[in-house]
């Protein structure tokens, strides 16, 4: 059974950093692709960030390009998002999501689309104060 289990949120203010984790079980790890959504109140879901377990790729959205950065732990299942520089804009609900690396193999910057995503974690609240 596939788990993706996330944590990591809080309150923070505005300038500050949270690192959220991604613990993953259930399949072969280095053959997927980890993601990061995010969805704000009233706001559509959006992707934040992914990473190619296999050979280490990594992709942003341009909101969070040099503020945020994934990184993956292969010998421990796990995905992490540092987050740095945080804005009251960033402040959502965070979650983790799956796709075998096939899904994106032809097309890898559709990466951001959660329908490309069909393993979710349950989602972690970061709030960001001004």
């Known amino acids: 059974e596939v788990q993706l289990q996330a944590s990591g949120g809080g309150l923070v203010q505005a300038g500050g950093s949270l690192r959220l984790s991604c613990a993953a079980s259930?399949?072969?790890?280095?053959?997927?692709?980890i993601g990061w959504f995010r969805q704000a109140p009233g706001k559509d879901r959006e992707g934040v960030s992914c990473?190619?377990?296999?050979?280490?790729?990594?992709y942003y959205a341009d909101s969070v390009e040099g503020r945020f950065t994934i990184s993956s732990d292969n010998a421990k299942n796990m995905v992490y998002l540092q987050m740095n520089s945080l804005e009251p804009e960033d402040t959502a609900v965070y979650s983790c999501?799956?796709?075998?690396?096939?899904?994106?193999?032809?097309?890898?910057?559709?990466?951001?689309?959660?329908?490309?995503?069909?393993?979710w974690g349950q989602g972690t609240l970061v709030t960001v104060s001004s």
């Open positions: 999501a799956a796709t075998p690396s096939l899904t994106l193999r032809f097309n890898p910057n559709a990466w951001h689309l959660p329908k490309k995503f069909g393993y």
């Open positions: 259930g399949f072969i790890f280095d053959d997927y692709v």
């Open positions: 990473i190619s377990i296999r050979d280490g790729r990594t």
